[in-house]
């Protein structure tokens, strides 16, 4: 994890260690609310319109002193601004400070009853990031009125009632979490900003720089990050001019049977299409004949069981093997798994490979420990991942998407990549990414047997595991959005080549 680069994403307890570091080394905290509260405002002004009436509703903590001071700020420059202060008096010193000077200038909050219909904008002070329970009472009532107004909504922080970490509405009641337009957030994006529901309710998310050096933030992050080209970039495998086909390695892709032959297919050409020198598929000799009507640039190789399997093992020139996508469910192709582990290759446990090993984790990470050391990426959806864990104590219930899939990590010794809109990529070191490309019609048939190909295909050319999780998963995503609406899973392989060359160009990046 030592010199990883990439965006982190801070926890709200991690958070709060940072301000404690920065406070401490002389920065005061109510400067820092300065900093922030001049960055609610100017996001402010960017989504009111001239004129509009802005209604700033404060806590009774730092976010509502956030709050004060953005109100402050705007009133001064001649905007028309109302103050609400539903839970009372400021409780923190800065804040009490921010909530002075508000009132020295402009005089009491108003009451809680406002037409909120008469505001052009809502600024959400109420709850900031370290909130860790439901809302209630006069809150929960704010919450569900500011929703229903269906008003634009600026939150600080994050928006009230929603977890920071975890990206969940804390509490089951209707409206129980604001409905926010944009956030504005400080120093670093939360997890719950990138997670589900999270990310809807927070709308656009812009981060201040509110004066916490990079290196607090580095060491208070605990390897969580924002999955981006940030991440891996440096560790992607571009060509050299004295590069050939086996330098860019050779993936072994592991065939069902002959009505379930497309799957393997797409992995195979995603993992051509990410980089790597050769793909070959290994299949029966009813699917062979299958497979030989559709494939050029794909190899067919027979091999009827997991003994003809591991022969063509023996040709160390398959560094990288791909399993699961339509492979069947049982114990053939779990004794497949057990040979590319065992054999020390690089591995892609999808699908099939994932339900094979189903409530027995325990079993793939003994094989995982006995292989050596080789990257092993399985890539579960929620399915899945129950099927395989789910009676595993400490997993299921271990919390956020991302606790779950790093305790599983932890278990399992692989690097999981639990799919879907939040796709979330842990490693067993303890380093974590979250991705938000993912667009809505990347929820196709067969998208994830690309992705599987994607993750193979890099480690068939020397990339480290987890960074090759994260750069399949960000490149299927960009894939995805290259091509828009209307994709089926054929199509993403195809999409690879312009989002492989504004990567490696350093073109702007969708």
């Known amino acids: 994890m030592a010199g990883q680069s990439g965006e982190y994403l801070l926890r709200a307890s991690w958070m709060a260690e940072a301000d404690r570091i920065t406070i401490a080394s002389g920065v005061p905290g109510y400067e820092l609310m300065l900093r922030a509260g001049r960055g609610v405002a100017a996001a402010a002004r960017r989504m009111a319109a001239p004129g509009a009436r802005i209604l700033v509703i404060c806590g009774a903590g730092n976010n509502g002193g956030d709050g004060y001071v953005a109100a402050r700020l705007l009133q001064a420059e001649g905007r028309d601004v109302d ?165 860019r390695g050779h993936v072994l892709c592991g065939s069902g049977g002959p009505l379930s032959t497309g799957a393997i297919r797409l992995a195979a050409r995603s993992a051509l299409r990410v980089g790597a020198g050769l793909a070959t598929i290994a299949a029966g000799p009813d699917a062979c004949r299958v497979h030989a009507a559709h494939l050029t640039a794909v190899m067919i190789r027979e091999a009827e069981g997991a003994g003809d399997f591991a022969r063509l093992l023996d040709d160390v020139r398959f560094n990288a093997v791909i399993l699961g996508p339509a492979g069947g469910v049982g114990p053939e192709l779990a004794a497949r798994v057990e040979e590319a582990i065992l054999r020390g290759r690089a591995l892609v446990i999808d699908a099939d490979a994932i339900s094979s090993f ?69 490693a067993p070191d303890g380093r974590v990414a979250i991705n938000d490309n993912a667009p809505p019609w990347l929820g196709t048939a067969g998208s994830g047997d690309v992705l599987s190909g994607l993750v193979g295909g890099l480690l068939a050319q020397g990339m480290p595991g987890f960074e090759a999780a994260a750069a399949a998963v960000w490149i299927h995503g960009a894939a995805a959005r290259t091509f828009g609406p209307g994709l089926i899973s054929e199509d993403l392989p195809e999409q690879v080549p312009a989002v492989l060359r504004r990567l490696l160009q350093q073109e702007p990046l969708a």
């Open 83 to 247: 103050v609400m202060a539903p839970l009372g008096p400021a409780t923190t010193a800065d804040a009490g400070q921010a909530a002075a000077d508000w009132a020295h200038a402009h005089g009491a909050a108003v009451a809680v009853d406002v037409d909120l219909a008469s505001y052009g904008l809502v600024i959400d002070a109420l709850f900031g990031a370290g909130l860790n329970r439901p809302l209630e009472g006069v809150a929960l009532d704010l919450a569900q009125r500011i929703n229903a107004a269906a008003l634009p909504v600026l939150a600080v922080d994050v928006p009230s009632g929603l977890s920071a970490d975890s990206g969940q509405v804390l509490g089951a009641a209707m409206g129980a979490s604001v409905s926010a337009t944009a956030t504005v957030t400080f120093a670093a994006r939360k997890p719950g900003h990138l997670l589900l529901p999270g990310r809807a309710l927070c709308g656009a998310v812009t981060c201040i720089d509110i004066g916490i050096a990079p290196g607090t933030i580095a060491s208070v992050g605990r390897g969580m990050f924002y999955n981006s080209p940030d991440l891996w970039l440096t560790r992607f495998p571009a060509p050299s001019l004295e590069a050939h086909k086996y330098r």
């Open 358 to 426: 189903a409530g027995a984790p325990e079993r793939m990470a003994a094989l995982i420990v006995a292989g050596g050391g080789a990257p092993v990426v399985m890539t579960p959806h929620d399915g899945e991942f129950a099927r395989l864990f789910g009676k595993v104590a400490g997993v299921m219930d271990a919390g956020a998407k991302y606790e779950r899939a790093l305790a599983a990590a932890r278990l399992a010794g692989a690097i999981v990549v639990l799919k879907g809109a939040d796709t979330v990529i842990a």
